[in-house]
């Protein structure tokens, strides 16, 4: 009988932060010594139908009565409290970023998703926040108290060291386009740079939200940038490795992170970063390592990018700061250290049926 299900929403090989991070757990609990099942549910959250709530009460009703329930964020925030509490089951919710912090969605929507998650997290016993950021937003905004929330930070690989060192310099973005990744900010930002010598590539999928990425299309075209810009979608581990290893720069524009493991995977390779000022942005890039700048500010992120990309020897400068932080992020074997404590702690409480 397993210790913990992990019941994560849609497709697990998803070419997002939030899924590598649950895939990561779900390859290295056991070594923690902890029986790990994983229990697939519908892809419609944070927005499930009547049917797929009924099929997601019906699954839980179906997992051992003694394992632990980890609820990915992306469902636990989504889920009626009574269907929490009902459950008879220990639960564990396992939260990237608050669901109503999404960029993009409606007043109505922010709202529902706001109070809905609210009720879920005092519904739960557990909560699990990926970042010190959201622990903090989770404590304050959402009144989880410091008893029932465990941190537990996304590890980081070691990784080849990025030559960077490309003419004309090579920035790269990671991550699916969305409108919450600003990749609209960032080319915005380009296309103040048009007299520089660069190239820039985004690497992300462009199917999560079909509508950002025609209209990032055409603000790409639009800008004059289709030949400087690509945009290769998303991307196998070994392309992703020749993405990093053939970048000179790193640049996230989001306008909300609840951690940005890019931003620590940018580090591990040993690349200067611009980056907005959210997430793990202040507690994890050194300020030798990476320019800092408001989200949704163009002209801050341009400024940022030309005093970079105008100055080889401060990009050096740079990479080899970022290089020395990448070598002290925490590992993924942390993380799982650290879940696999809320589900011992969890493991001898019971539930009302």
Not at 258 to 280: D, F
Request: contains cysteine.
């Amino acid at each position: 009988m397993p210790d913990v299900v992990f019941a994560i929403p849609g497709d697990l090989a998803s070419p997002t932060g939030g899924y590598a991070y649950a895939r990561r757990m779900l390859n290295d609990l056991p070594a923690q010594g902890i029986d790990i099942a994983h229990l697939t549910l519908a892809a419609g959250f944070p927005f499930p139908t009547d049917a797929e709530l009924a099929a997601t009460a019906a699954a839980f009703a179906d997992t051992p009565r003694d394992a632990v329930l980890l609820i990915d964020g992306l469902v636990c925030g989504a889920l009626p409290a009574s269907l929490l509490r009902g459950c008879g089951r220990r639960c564990a919710a396992l939260v990237h970023h608050p669901l109503g912090h999404e960029t993009g969605l409606s007043d109505a929507a922010r709202r529902q998703l706001l109070a809905s998650e609210r009720a879920a997290l005092a519904a739960v016993d557990a909560v699990v926040a990926t970042s010190a950021p959201t622990g903090r937003v989770l404590a304050c905004e959402f009144c989880v108290a410091a008893d029932r929330l465990t941190i537990a930070e996304p590890g980081t690989d070691p990784a080849p060291r990025a030559p960077a060192d490309g003419e004309p310099p090579h920035l790269i973005a990671v991550g699916a386009v969305s409108p919450r990744k600003g990749y609209d900010v960032l080319v915005a930002a380009l296309a103040r740079l048009s007299t520089l010598p660069w190239r820039a590539t985004i690497v992300g999928s462009l199917d999560r939200a079909p509508e950002e990425a025609a209209r990032l299309r055409a603000l790409i075209a639009g800008a004059g940038l289709a030949g400087r810009v690509a945009l290769a979608g998303a991307c196998d581990d070994a392309a992703l490795e020749r993405a990093y290893a053939s970048a000179d720069l790193f640049v996230m524009a989001s306008h909300y992170e609840g951690y940005g493991m890019v931003l620590t995977e940018a580090l591990a390779r040993g690349l200067p970063i611009v980056t907005t000022r959210v997430g793990a942005a202040d507690e994890r890039v050194p300020d030798a390592a990476g320019l800092k700048v408001p989200p949704g500010d163009t002209v801050a992120l341009a400024a940022a990018l030309e005093t970079v990309l105008g100055d080889r020897e401060r990009r050096s400068v740079m990479a080899e700061a970022a290089w020395r932080a990448g070598q002290a992020l925490p590992r993924w074997d942390d993380a799982a250290a650290a879940i696999a404590g809320v589900i011992r702690s969890l493991a001898g409480r019971g539930r009302a049926a």
